[in-house]
C-alpha cells in the first residue's frame, strides 16, 4: 500500500481538491511492457486523465525514459477524465475499472514524393507483406528494398517506381497498346502482372518485367477486357483465383477471368474496332494484337454509378459493392446473383474490409465514413459512423498491422489515421475521431485549401514495409511512415 499511496500523492499533488477514488487494474497484452504479475487493484483519483495515468504507469515500471502509453476501458480509448467516463457510461466509483494501456501512435511523418506531369487517380504497392507479394510465395516474394509503388494517372499511363523515387516502368502508349483515356484504377496481381482501368472503359491486364539488376522494368500488354459501357473507376483483384471485379459508371459491377484461355470473347460492339467506324472524334485503334475478351458476369442492380468493390476478405466467391444510389451490396459470384442490400443516407464512394470485426468502412458524399456490417443478422445498417473530413471521402484502406486501423483519403486533401476504438456514444449512434491527420506535402505554407482545391486525394494505400502512399490532384505521390501508426493487437 505504501507504494500505492506514493504514486497517487506525486500524481495529484498538484490538485488540492478532493476527489472521488476508484480502484483500477492495469492490464496490457504487450509483454514487453507489462507490469509484475502481482500488481494489483490501484486506488486512484477519478479526475485522472491519460496524462497522469501514462505517468502513474511509467512510474509503476520504474522506466528511465517515459514512454507515452493510451488508455483502453471496455474496447475504447479514454478521451476524459475517469470521473466523466464513469459519470457518461453510468458506472459506479465502487467498481473496480479494468483499463488496458498501450503505447501511444506515433506519428504518421512525410518521408518523400513522386512528381507526375498530371492529376494520379491511383495507387498500390508491391512488397513481402501485400496480397501480390504473399500470393506470389516465398521464391517470387519481393525483398526488403526492392518494394514497388505502381501509379496510375490522368494522362493515360501507368508507371512503376522504386523506393528512391526512380522510375522503373512506364506503360505505352494508346497507339502501341495502352490505354486512350485516364487510369482510374491499379492493382498489382503478383510481383510480374498488372491489372488497371480507366475512362476508355477497359479493363487491362500487364505483364510487368524487370532487369536483372533491377534497374529498368518495362509493362507489356497482355490482354483488354471490354464489357462495360462507361468509365471504370475500381478494380479488385484475386491472384489464386485469376478473377478480377471492376466497378462503373454504367451501374455494372463486372468480374472477369486474368486468363484468356477461361475468358469469353469480347461483345463485338464494344471493340475498338466497331468504335472507330462510327465515332470520328478519336481513333481508338492500336497497332498492336492485344487479345480481347469479355466478362464472366456483369452485375446488374445498382440504380446508379458503382463506386467500389472488393472480393470478401476470407471467401473469394463472395463480392461487396458501393454505390451512388446510397447502396452496400453483396454478390454471389458463381451464380452472379445479388444476395444482400443495405441501404444508407448517402451516396458511397468508397469501400474496404476490417475483417476481423466483421465490417465493411464506406466513405461518403456527407464527409464521413460508415462502418456497415454486412452480415445478414446486423440489425442496423451503421454500427459506427466516422467524422472529421471536411470534403467526400473518395479512397480508403486498412492498417494491415491492426484489426482496427484505417486510413482514408479525401477530396479536402487529406488523409485521416483512425482506430475505431477512439469513439464516444452521442444521439446518432457511435462516432469514431481520427487519430492523426496527414496534409499534402506540396501545399506546405500555402495555407489550408477550402475544399482541397488543387489537393484533392484521389487514392490512398496502406503497406507494412513502404508505409502509407497517398495520390491526388497535386500530381503527386506521397509516402508517409505507416507503422504502428495504429497499436497491433496480435502481440501478448
Known sequence: M???????SSITVADQVPHTQVKIQLTTRHSDISLPENTGPILVSTNLRRYALSTLVNTLLQSEKPVPFEFLINGSFLRTSIDEYLSANGISAETTLRIEYVRALIPPLYLASFEHDDWVSSVDILSS???AGKWAGQASMPVEGQERILSGSYDGLLRVWNMSSETLATSPSAANGGHTSSIKAVQFLSPISIVSSGLDRTVRVWKYTE????LSASLAPQLELYGHKASIDSIAVHHPSNRILSASADHGVGFWSTKKSDAPAAPAALLPSSSSRTSKRRKLTTSTNTPQRGPLALLKSHIAP??????ATNDPTVAYSTSWDH???????PTASLVDTRTT????LSLAALPDLNLLA???SARHITLIDPRASATTVSAMTLRGHTNAVVSLARDPSSSYGLVSGSHDGTCR??????SKSEKDGVVGESMYTISRESQKGEGRKVGGEGVKVFGVCWDKDVGIVSVGEDKRVQVNRGQELVRRDEEG
Open 2 to 8: 505504501a507504494t500505492e499511496t506514493r504514486l497517487l
Open 129 to 131: 507483406s501485400s496480397l
Open 211 to 214: 532487369s536483372p539488376d533491377k
Open 306 to 311: 458503382v463506386s467500389s468493390t472488393i472480393f
Open 327 to 333: 447502396t452496400l451490396r453483396t454478390w454471389d459470384l
Open 345 to 348: 443516407s448517402h451516396a458511397l
Open 362 to 364: 464506406a466513405g461518403t
Open 417 to 422: 489515421i483512425w482506430d475505431v476504438r477512439s
